[in-house]
């Protein structure tokens, strides 16, 4: 059976028992695929990395919903009425 690789480095769970801070840094900022018997068990990346994805997804989210939102009926209301 064949699997998608989505990362350019790869590294083995051993690989990354014996050195898990080079195995990250061998990827350069990017994910590392850590392999079990050639295949791909989990994808390992920096936290930069990791935040980086968390916020574009928040944004995402974000975004859906204020689509979702913009059909909605406007609502005047002044500063005194907040």
Known sequence: MTHPMLASVAASITELKRNPM???SAGDG???AILNRNQPAFYC???KTFE???DKLEDQ???TLADARAQQAEVTVTLDEL
């Open 22 to 24: 080079a195995t990250v």
């Open 30 to 32: 990017g994910p590392v």
């Open 45 to 47: 990346v920096p936290a």
């Open 52 to 54: 980086a994805l968390m």
């Open 61 to 63: 989210e974000l975004n």
